[in-house]
């Protein structure tokens, strides 16, 4: 059977189909995604269409109406990205080496720019993730993150010893959501869970090194953009 992927309330609220990947669940049909190379670029979903290649990017915007667009982690963090209430959608795969470039900061104003929209109208939900009680990097990947977030950077760890700390990477994402303009309160995390703690659930590069899989997490622009939330 089929396992069924995590939701976020901030995107169900507006109507918006979308899932973080959990073992065993499948990728919708027709999804588009790149060849993640863990850098900054920001590609249009129509680059992704076969036959060709997938374009190398960490990031893919849609605003077609019924395209869905995805990213695969094994650790990482997947951000999904919802403008103007549908009018487009993203979706972002952001380790330390992309929160680092930019790759959130790139991938909300890509898509705010195709929905014709401000940042402050983007809606950000953060999947599961390598959480800070299992990741520890060195210095040189801290710094990176101090250059690219600035002072509050150094929210996001927690030294445990001499040039070495505990990142809390999802912490490292709302950073860089913000830092972009995508407000606190619309930033969704009730899918953040730690993937290396939880084996049954999910793949984890760390914890199982190269023979792990990957998880898929996808969103999908409505067939009617504009929705908005029933809160709203």
Known sequence: MNARPLQDA???RRGIAHGFGVRGAPAPPGLLRPRQVHG???VAAEACLPPGPAPEADAVVACAPGLSVGVVTADCVPV????AGGAAVAA???GWRGLARGVIGAGVAAVARAAGAEPREVVAAIGPHIG???YEVDAPVLDA???ALGREAASSWRAVREGHAMLDLGRAARLALARAGVPEAAIGDDAARCTACD?????SYRRDG?????LVHFVEVPARPGLRSREA
């Open 10 to 12: 901030a995107l169900e």
């Open 40 to 42: 900054a670029v920001v």
């Open 145 to 147: 993150l101090a250059l």
């Open 92 to 94: 972002v795969h952001a």
């Open 132 to 134: 800070p009680c299992c």
């Open 199 to 203: 084996r049954e659930r999910f793949h």
């Open 210 to 214: 190269p023979r792990a899989g990957r």
């Open 80 to 83: 999904l990205l919802v403008a």
